[in-house]
């Protein structure tokens, strides 16, 4: 089975420009990979170089498929539908390649009110799990500022839960709430990875301010990644170029695959 990482953290702190850049690096470094953009603001395909009109269509949206697979109507609440639909062969038809990187858009589910259950929110939740459970390669999932696409019938097959966080204050307290949350559903390998970090004193006001947490690395402020996501377009299109520190992180991370 390949690494399976969850990418965490409050909205801004370039979550999602780290996924990228680590589904990047895992490719490079020949694995084959699954990209997820789990985030209801789908931007990883931007940030893997891929148009905004070539990207895959979100999953949510194949009504279609949605249909024939849990015998319901998209947007329908209640009543009967399937509760573990059809989804491996999803992850072949419904993705986008490139440069060895299958990448993957869930989509957003318009809720009918609170603990909902409807057909899109049952494919989405089976997909994510045979994602995690089943496929033998590498999976990189871009969450939303929390793990709300996670369950415990998936948690453990989680190998990292990786928590980006930035100097400021409200990323170390969205940091405690995301591994507070983990712990619910019984994720234990949390991981933090400081970004745009400029000064040896921002990196010790990171650590100080998450005690108790493994803190695999600091990623630099760079003002190529920051045109790159102003833009919507791929941060450094030489992986050589990123700084060394992300093959460093890549190399944790590997550590903890199962």
């Given at each position: 089975?390949?690494?399976?990482?969850?990418?965490?953290?409050?909205?801004?702190?370039?979550?999602?420009?780290?996924?990228?850049?680590?589904s990047?690096?895992?490719?490079?470094?020949?694995?084959?990979?699954?990209?997820?953009?789990?985030?209801?603001?789908?931007?990883?395909?931007?940030?893997?170089?891929?148009?905004g009109?070539?990207?895959?269509?979100?999953?949510?949206e194949?009504?279609?498929i949605?249909?024939?697979?849990?015998?319901?109507?998209?947007?329908?609440?209640?009543?009967f539908?399937?509760?573990?639909?059809?989804?491996?062969?999803?992850?072949?038809?419904?993705?986008?390649?490139?440069?060895?990187?299958?990448?993957?858009?869930?989509?957003?589910?318009?809720?009918?009110?609170?603990?909902?259950?409807?057909?899109?929110?049952?494919?989405?939740?089976?997909?994510?799990q045979?994602?995690?459970?089943?496929?033998?390669?590498?999976?990189?999932?871009d969450?939303?500022?929390?793990?709300?696409?996670l369950?415990?019938a998936?948690?453990?097959a989680?190998?990292?839960?990786?928590?980006?966080?930035?100097?400021?204050?409200?990323?170390?307290?969205?940091?405690?709430?995301?591994?507070?949350?983990?712990a619910?559903?019984?994720?234990?390998?949390?991981?933090?990875?400081?970004?745009?970090?400029r000064?040896?004193r921002?990196?010790?006001?990171?650590?100080?301010?998450?005690p108790?947490?493994?803190?695999?690395?600091?990623?630099?402020?760079?003002?190529?990644?920051?045109?790159?996501?102003?833009?919507?377009?791929?941060?450094?299109?030489?992986?050589?170029?990123a700084?060394?520190?992300?093959?460093?992180?890549?190399?944790?991370?590997?550590?903890?695959?199962?």
């Open positions: 089975m390949g690494i399976k990482i969850a990418v965490s953290g409050k909205g801004g702190v370039g979550k999602t420009t780290l996924a990228a850049l680590v990047r690096d895992l490719a490079r470094r020949g694995r084959r990979v699954i990209a997820v953009d789990a985030d209801p603001v789908a931007n990883l395909g931007a940030a893997l170089g891929i148009a009109d070539a990207a895959p269509t979100p999953i949510s194949l009504r279609e949605i249909a024939e697979r849990t015998g319901a109507q998209p947007g329908t609440f209640g009543g539908f399937r509760m573990n639909p059809r989804v491996d062969d999803i992850p072949d038809r419904f993705t986008v390649r490139v440069a060895g990187i299958r990448l993957i858009v869930m989509g957003t589910v318009e809720k009918g009110g609170s603990g909902c259950v409807c057909p899109e929110s049952v494919l989405l939740k089976s997909l994510v045979h994602l995690l459970l089943s496929e033998d390669d590498a999976v990189v999932m969450m939303e500022a929390g793990i709300e696409h369950g415990r998936t948690a453990r989680v190998d990292v839960l990786l928590i980006v966080v930035d100097p400021g204050a409200r990323s170390h307290a969205a940091a405690r709430k995301i591994r507070e949350l983990a619910d559903i019984g994720i234990e390998t949390v991981r933090v990875v400081g970004n745009r970090v000064s040896e921002e990196r010790g006001a990171i650590a100080a301010a998450l108790g947490f493994d803190i695999l690395g600091f990623l630099p402020e760079d003002d190529a990644v920051r045109e790159a996501d102003r833009c919507a377009t791929l941060p450094y299109p030489d992986l050589a170029a700084p060394k520190e992300l093959d460093d992180i890549v190399d944790a991370l590997l550590k903890l695959e199962r």
